[in-house]
């Protein structure tokens, strides 16, 4: 138990801040509860101030837009490095792709990539912007699902752990509004 809690723990993060990340990125279609907009206003407070810092850090200054796809990609690396370190401890069996589990992550990465690069404007002055939303979602999808990372662990299944824990954010979001309006 001992030798998986590293890997748990990333896992574990991985999956809660993709989600946070991309339910923060529904800001537009969703009417929030009370403490969603609290929870939501502090991760899109605290999120461009960490990443402020690592560009600062470069001496690079960091277009906003780029903030959730850069927390995005980091959740995702986070994810598939817990998955890769849970799978080392594991006894090594046959990889085997089914085109079920193909299309299930084919699935899983179109709906957080529609979550992400949606709400990306796409005026001539933000082309480029929005361009590098995109390289950055798809170099960490390629990257969490290389087998330096994630070794032969399930990634797919993670990816839809995130997509449940927004949909119980949004769940939680909607009942919530409910107990106050009745």
Same mark, same amino acid.
């Given at each position: 138990?001992?030798?998986?809690?590293?890997?748990?723990?990333?896992?574990?993060?991985?999956?809660?801040?993709?989600?946070? =990340?991309?339910?923060?990125?529904?800001? #537009?279609?969703?009417?929030?509860?009370?403490?969603?907009?609290?929870?939501?206003?502090?991760?899109?407070?605290? =999120?461009?101030?960490?990443?402020?810092?690592?560009?600062?850090?470069?001496?690079?200054?960091?277009?906003?837009?780029?903030?959730?796809?850069l927390n995005l990609a980091a959740f995702l690396?986070?994810?598939?490095?817990?998955?890769?370190?849970?799978?080392?401890?594991?006894?090594?069996? #046959?990889? =085997?792709?089914?085109p079920r589990y193909l299309a299930g992550g084919g699935a899983a990465l179109f709906a957080i990539g529609y979550i992400i690069l949606t709400p990306v404007q796409s005026s001539s002055a933000e082309q480029v912007v929005s361009q590098a939303t995109l390289t950055i979602f798809l170099a960490a999808a390629a990257a969490s699902f290389s087998r330096p990372l994630a070794g032969r662990g399930n990634l797919i299944k993670r990816l839809w752990y995130v997509l449940g824990g927004v949909c119980a954010l949004v769940v939680l979001n909607e009942f919530t509004k409910l107990a106050v309006a009745s």
């Open positions: 138990m001992l030798k998986e809690l590293p890997g748990l723990s990333l896992l574990s993060l991985g999956v809660i801040g993709a989600a946070f =990340t991309l339910f923060a990125n529904m800001l #537009a279609p969703l009417d929030l509860a009370d403490w969603a907009w609290w929870m939501v206003g502090s991760w899109q407070e605290a =999120t461009p101030a960490f990443w402020d810092r690592i560009a600062a850090w470069f001496g690079l200054e960091l277009p906003n837009p780029l903030v959730q796809p690396l986070l994810t598939s490095l817990g998955v890769g370190i849970r799978d080392r401890h594991r006894e090594a069996s #046959a990889l =085997t792709v089914s």
